[in-house]
């Protein structure tokens, strides 16, 4: 049972490059999200999709684009990439919202260094 | 915009030992979830709690969440090192939209000696 897939797990990119980073599940949930996590800050979320076809600004959108290419899949762009996305991303999907004990399931994570 | 504090930011205890994470909001939670992460890994769900004076347990830890449901405590009970790890707590936003996003608080790391 693989849960949610990302890939890469490690990246160095030079600033102004552009690069995409892809989630996959395998659960037929319906909504999927895209975290970045630093230091003393917890995590934060950069876009959602709530379902197939919907995508929606979180908490830092800027600098970043989303596409639901499907209902399994994800993908976080970097267009041009600045050390300050220099974190680790995480995706997550979760099956439905509003419901008891709704459990978000998290891929492995993302380390992203941008030199 | 709703802010969680969580305290300690760290945390050291020798193997055995109880402890108590605790988790504080800026506004009243509507849901609240408490994840386990392993340095270099994903999260993983621990536990969530929806209702005011709701306490949950897996194992031997219990997580509580307060009457007025802005404050949850996560306890361990005679820690082990697979305790070991970032505690992080996070809280569905009460603004209720096609989805209630979910904002995570800094994290509590835990570290248990042998």
């Known amino acids: 049972n693989a849960g949610v897939t990302q890939t890469p797990k490690f990246q160095v990119l030079k600033t102004g490059q552009s690069m995409t980073l892809q989630c996959a599940q395998d659960?037929?949930?319906?909504?999927m999200y895209w975290y970045r996590q630093d230091p003393g800050m917890g995590l934060r979320l950069i876009y959602y999709?709530?379902?197939?076809?919907?995508?929606d600004k979180g908490e830092v959108p800027n600098g970043y684009n989303v596409s639901r290419l499907n209902k399994r899949e994800f993908s976080l762009r970097l267009e041009s990439a600045a050390p300050s996305q220099t974190s680790v991303y995480f995706c997550?999907?979760?099956?439905?919202?509003?419901?008891?004990?709704?459990?978000?399931?998290f891929g492995q994570g993302t380390r992203l260094t941008v030199v | 915009s709703q802010e969680l504090e969580q305290s300690p930011q760290s945390l050291i205890v020798q193997e055995g030992k109880n402890l108590t994470i605790n988790c504080t909001s800026s506004?009243?939670?509507?849901?609240l979830y408490w994840y386990k992460q392993k340095y270099g890994e994903g999260l993983i769900f621990l536990m969530m709690?929806?209702?005011?004076?709701e306490e949950k347990s897996h194992e031997k830890i219990t997580a509580k969440l307060d009457e007025k449901k802005q404050q949850s405590s996560l306890h361990i009970t005679a820690s082990q090192p697979s305790h070991a790890g970032i505690y992080l707590c996070?809280?569905?936003?009460?603004?209720?939209?096609?989805?209630?996003?979910?904002?995570f608080g800094p994290g509590t790391s835990l570290s248990v000696i042998p």
């Open positions: 999709s709530a379902s197939e076809g919907t995508t």
């Open positions: 997550a999907s979760s099956e439905t919202l509003r419901q008891e004990n709704t459990e978000a399931f």
């Open positions: 659960m037929n949930h319906n909504s």
């Open positions: 506004k009243t939670l509507y849901g």
């Open positions: 709690l929806q209702k005011g004076g």
């Open positions: 996070g809280a569905e936003t009460p603004i209720k939209t096609s989805y209630d996003k979910v904002i």
